[in-house]
């Protein structure tokens, strides 16, 4: 890890330098610092690039605490943009010079001028109907309207808003307003041991407990400077791929129930439930809660490589029959192009930037200290609902051989943990900081740790793929029509929870 | 057209006997149609289900609850589920199902009857436009949509139908059907079946052009129309839909497996006619189930596609009963 402190008046220039180097901005997290540990009542913003050959590198900031203001990236980086416009919400930043400084987590009901990460920010205060300020954008036009859908919807999915502006069928403007799930969660962390809060990681996104928790565990392990044990490396890849398989295939067949092809979905079901209690005989937990703990991993039982591989026979089965059937297969086909540009230039992660082209994973890009070899990548170019269903069908078979590959290495189930540290904060003076790296199902997590010198968290920033991700979802859909939405974002399928923290 | 009138040109007694008996034979097998539709399905999906009776179990519930009005609506919302259920019912009292010889006679048109369908689900879409919401509006614009494309379909091969006996007249078709069987499965005949098979899926809103069990409001056709429905009124639109489906398979059956349908008023007859009804509708109904286990969803657009093939058949069956007979 590179860390470089810069000046308001060398971001810019610094930030160029690593994007024209392959880089991208992973992180930005900004810090309200209470006066006994940096002396006063200071903010910083730390920017992590991440780049080839493991490449981290930190750019620091300090910011004046009475008018703290950063000169925006956004004109460099999308994703830039949007955590500046985060950090807003949150701390109060001003960016200047932000193309669009619109809120963006900040709810409707929220009051103005209370930005709750700010240290001095107080309990919530009374929410406000404030529904009338915030206007969408009217697209006007002969025969011009607007579909609004939810934050409720049908079917147990999160909340999130969609408003259409369509003519006939055809989508004009998709705008996603999301953000009703604002939990505090960064904030939940503070003051608290690392090792009391992995259970919170574990729970950023429920459906992906293995790669939020890795992705912490590893940043604190980053911040302590603890090795892990090779087995213990091992059995964490294989809850990762154990978390992508039950996720893929939940996928998979909801696709095909989104065309109204249900048999596939039930046959899907029927896998993901066998793999479900595969998951509950490995960690005691259905969705894979518990196996990662700091400084390792522990396993009741290890996965039946027949029985995964026989699972892997019907979930390819599966697929066949799916994209042999004509009509699903038109309905896949062509819909909703993200293109490779688009992907690139928007940031995408994971399966949606794989399946435009964009070659991209942490597991082979960002391995850290981790000595697992990562299963092959699996690329398509199309970029459409057939191009991410792909992707996810052969990261299936791909992560079911890669299990397959790592169980035959382990001599058994067990924990195995790294060696009982003293009081990390014995001896040492200052704030330690770590950053941990997972690729999830969904795509990079990526965490950042602080630690007070006595060894408990000061500060967490998680970004889930889906802050990535969500932007894509308005951009393929130009041009699509309306019956067509449910399934477009299910081959997104990014997560409300992950995404608003 | 009605020129060659075989029976029930009078209204007679027992005519009207046998009408009520088809009205009675439609509320109630409807849902239980639908309730056994589902139950072929989940079984062969590999799921239990939820049983025949289960539609049934639901309009009870929802017929206990208290009828609530969306906020401005109108009488045109509330009227629409009575219109299509009362359309129905006249529709099941017309179509000689069980005997040739309804209460109805005379006016049991073939066009008179699309007509009939098509007034109820032009009131059920004029309701998701009351509504205001959007979508009611996009629902109800799909509906119609659907509902002008398969209605050239229906118009030709009713007259394709016709030519052979010289009249619309649904009782004089069947019976001439059924003293000639030859008639029946003839090319024409062949023809008109799968153009309004096709027409049939679209009108009952089944798959591929819509999917009855979908709760993906973007995604709907006719489920999109009646969002705002609930208590009493969402269990007539229900039942109503369940009646559609019941009578449209009902009509095709009539049309091209007229055999066993009495030609006469008897009481055995009647019965026997019956029995062999819900069988046939049974089995229409079975077949339809196992085939959309199969099948998947058309993109909306493809659907023209498919209504302009039904139509393409049933210009080819007027056609061929030009040249063939």
């Known amino acids: 890890m590179r860390i470089i402190d810069v000046g308001p008046g060398d971001l810019a220039a610094t930030a160029i330098g690593l994007l024209d180097a392959d880089h991208r901005l992973a992180l930005v997290a900004a810090h309200h610092d209470r006066p006994q540990t940096a002396g006063r009542d200071a903010m910083r913003v730390v920017y992590l690039f991440l780049g080839p050959g493991d490449s981290r590198i930190e750019l620091r900031l300090r910011l004046d605490g009475h008018r703290p203001q950063v000169p925006s990236l956004a004109g460099l980086s ?3 943009g949007r955590f500046e416009r985060e950090m807003h919400d949150l701390f109060g930043i001003r960016s200047l010079g932000h193309p669009m400084p619109r809120r963006l987590v900040r709810h409707y009901g929220w009051p103005t001028g209370w930005h709750p990460m700010r240290h001095d920010a107080g309990p919530a205060p009374e929410f406000g109907e404030t529904l009338g300020l915030y206007p969408f954008l009217e697209v006007q036009g002969p025969g011009v309207y607007e579909i609004p859908v939810g934050p409720v919807h049908a079917g147990l999915i999160e909340p999130g808003h969609f408003r259409f502006s369509v003519v006939g069928e055809t989508i004009l403007k998709l705008k996603a307003r999301l953000w009703f799930v604002h939990k505090g969660i960064e904030k939940l962390f503070e003051g608290n041991r690392p090792a009391d ?3 919170l990681a574990e729970k950023i996104s429920g459906d992906t407990a293995v790669g939020h928790g890795l992705a912490f565990a590893r940043a604190v392990e980053d911040a302590l400077g603890i090795k892990v044990p090779a087995e213990a490396h091992t059995m964490r890849a294989i809850l990762l791929e154990l978390e992508r398989l039950y996720n893929h295939i939940g996928d998979i067949g909801a696709l095909c129930n989104d065309v109204g092809h249900g048999i596939l979905h039930q046959h899907a079901g029927r896998v993901r439930e066998q793999l479900l209690r595969i998951n509950g005989e490995v960690t005691g937990h259905r969705l ?5 703990v700091i400084g390792g991993a522990q396993v009741i039982s290890l996965p039946d490589p027949d029985r ?7 979930v390819a089965e599966t697929v066949d029959l ?15 192009v993200l293109t ?5 230039d928007l940031g995408t992660l994971g399966y949606v930037a794989r399946a435009s082209g964009l070659d991209v994973d942490a597991r082979r890009d960002h391995p850290g200290s981790d000595p697992t070899s990562a299963p092959p990548l699996v690329l398509r170019e199309g970029g459409d609902v057939l191009a991410r269903f792909a992707v996810r069908a052969g990261e299936y078979q791909q992560s079911t051989e890669h299990i397959n590959t790592l169980t035959a290495r382990l001599h058994g189930p067990g924990r195995h943990v790294a060696a009982e540290r003293g009081d990390p904060g014995t001896g040492r003076s200052g704030v330690r900081t770590g950053v941990g790296i997972a690729e999830g199902w969904r795509g990079t997590i990526v965490h950042r740790v602080e630690l007070t010198p006595d060894g408990s968290l000061s500060r967490v920033k998680v970004v889930d793929p889906s802050f990535f991700n969500w932007p894509a979802l308005p951009v393929a859909l130009r041009g699509a029509i309306v019956p067509d939405f449910p399934l477009v974002n299910k081959s997104f399928n990014q997560s409300y929870a992950g995404n608003d923290l | 057209m009605s020129g060659t009138m075989v029976t029930g040109t009078t209204t007679t007694g027992a005519g009207i006997a046998v009408s009520v008996l088809q009205v009675a034979l ?13 139950q072929v399905r989940a079984r062969m999906e590999g799921r239990a289900g939820a049983g025949v009776g289960q539609p049934w179990r639901d309009l009870r519930k929802l017929m206990r609850k208290k009828p609530l009005d969306p906020h401005g609506t109108g009488p045109v919302f509330r009227t629409a589920p009575l219109i299509q259920v009362a359309t129905t019912l006249m529709v099941a009292a017309a179509i000689p199902f069980v005997s040739v010889d309804t209460g109805v006679g005379e006016a049991a048109d073939l066009i008179a009857v699309v007509a009939l369908l098509t007034l ?14 959007a979508f009611g509006g996009m629902g109800a614009s799909r509906e119609m949509t659907i509902t002008a494309l398969a209605e050239p379909t229906v118009l030709m091969a009713a007259f394709a139908l016709s030519t052979r006996v010289g009249s619309t007249n649904l009782p004089a078709i069947v019976d001439a059907g059924l003293k000639d069987a030859g008639r029946v499965v003839s090319p024409v005949s062949v023809l008109a079946a799968f153009a309004l098979a096709a027409v049939v899926l679209a009108e009952a809103g089944r798959l591929p052009v819509d999917n009855p069990s979908t709760h993906l409001e973007l995604t709907m056709v006719h489920e999109a129309m009646v969002l705002e429905y609930s208590g009493p009124d969402l269990a007539l639109v229900e039942l109503a839909a369940a009646m559609r489906l019941s009578v449209l398979l009902g009509l095709w059956s009539a049309l091209f497996l007229p055999w066993g349908t009495a030609t006469s008023t008897g009481v055995l007859a009647v019965l026997g006619a019956t029995a062999l009804f819900v069988v046939k509708v049974g089995v229409l109904g079975a077949v339809l189930a196992a085939g959309e286990v199969f099948m998947a969803k058309l993109r909306l657009f493809r659907v023209p596609e498919l209504l302009a093939g039904s139509f393409l058949l049933a210009v080819l069956a007027v056609a061929a009963s030009f040249f063939l007979e």
């Open chain 1, 78 to 80: 999308f994703p830039a």
């Open chain 1, 197 to 199: 809060k992995l259970t």
């Open chain 1, 288 to 292: 894979l809660r518990g196996g990662i």
């Open chain 1, 308 to 314: 995964l591989s026989a699972l892997a026979a019907d």
């Open chain 1, 322 to 336: 799916a994209l042999g059937h004509t009509v699903v297969r038109d309905r896949f086909t062509g819909t909703a």
């Open chain 1, 340 to 344: 490779l540009e688009q992907a690139r």
């Open chain 2, 26 to 38: 439609t509320v109630v097998g409807a849902p239980l149609l639908v309730g056994m539709m589902r």
């Open chain 2, 120 to 133: 109820g689900t032009a009131a059920l879409a004029l309701a998701g436009l009351d509504t205001g919401t």
